[in-house]
């Protein structure tokens, strides 16, 4: 019976199937061909019909079944009525059985804060870097971030006509992160992962401070987050403002749950409350490892330049 598991587990549940369908949402509209795409802020700022689409289906399908949850999502869509065939009630019976860790039994639905990215990395979407891609799920009480989940519609696409497309990571702080073989980058290794899209100075000034053996440029919060725990990257380094809390707040959960860390530029944890500013004006800095290390090396100029 639902009514024996924590509104939490629950959630959690539920999101996992709802991103699941978003995933498959996102495949669909470029197997469709035509991508529906418009320009947001500016031209690296882009909203695509796969943004729209999976954005109704995440929120709607969460509202239906947890009416009582705040949700806050990346694209500023007008309320209409969602065609059925978007609604996901499904839930991830794996994640039921699992038991809600002590500190999270009691939490209500009200108490929660959903923080939805749709397609996280469009731009890298609409130019064919289809592994750059997440579909971005948060879940935040009292402005910490406490569960996620991400799935990558494109995971395994170039591994031939056989393979089985997409996965969904998901994870709960104290109970841990599924879904994925935990990697480790090797010893005194300093692989730095950072914007492809979004360079300026001071992230170029921050990212060369590190001292890196290698750079990798790509898309997407939830993808930087993945490379950190599959062994790929050591730190994600964005001295910048310019990713958002849905950006952020699922990735964060996932590498917090293996032991990582993620704050802003300065060290300050991030927050998620629904009242919070959705901008994070004082960048990111990420690693699963060696967090210490990393943050030391942050200059004082990029510090001050970037305010909270």
């Known amino acids: 019976m639902a009514s024996s598991h924590t509104v939490l587990m629950r959630l959690v549940a539920s999101a996992y199937s709802i991103a699941q369908k978003a995933g ?66 499904g839930q991830w019976e794996e994640i039921l059985q699992q ?6 039994s009691a939490v209500k639905e009200e108490d929660l804060v959903v923080w939805v990215d749709p397609l996280d990395g469009t731009k890298e979407y609409t130019e064919g870097l289809l592994d750059n891609v997440t579909v971005l799920i948060g879940i935040a009480y009292e402005g910490k971030a406490i569960a ?43 692989i730095i992962t950072t914007t492809r899209s979004h360079n300026n100075k001071l ?12 750079v990798l440029r790509v898309g997407g919060a939830g993808n930087k987050i993945i490379q950190l725990i599959e062994g790929k990257a050591s730190a994600y380094v964005f001295a910048s403002p310019g990713c958002k809390k849905w950006d952020t707040c699922a990735p964060e959960v996932i590498l917090h749950a293996v032991g990582g860390k993620l704050t802003d530029i300065h ?18 800095l990420a690693t699963l ?10 200059p004082e100029s990029v510090k001050n330049a970037l305010v909270p």
């Open 24 to 89: 498959t949402i996102v495949r669909r509209v470029i197997a469709e061909g035509d991508l529906g795409i418009v320009e947001k802020t500016c031209a690296t700022d882009l909203q695509t019909k796969a943004d729209r689409l999976a954005q109704m289906s995440i929120c709607s399908s969460l509202a239906r079944k947890f009416p009582k949850l705040t949700i806050i999502g990346e694209e500023d869509l007008p309320f209409e009525e969602v065609d059925q065939e978007l609604i996901e009630d």
């Open 99 to 104: 038991p809600c860790p002590s500190q999270y």
């Open 148 to 190: 996620g989940v991400i799935n990558q519609p494109y995971y395994n696409y170039q591994a031939g006509p056989d393979a089985v497309l997409g996965r969904t990571i998901w994870g709960v702080l104290g109970l841990g992160a599924f879904g994925f073989q935990l990697k480790e980058v090797p010893a005194g290794k300093h």
């Open 203 to 214: 992230v170029t000034d921050c990212v060369t401070a590190m001292n890196p053996d290698d």
């Open 267 to 284: 060290g300050n944890a991030l927050q998620y409350n629904k009242e919070v500013k959705h901008m994070n004006s004082a960048g990111v």
């Open 289 to 298: 490892r060696n967090y210490d290390y990393y943050a030391s090396r942050v």
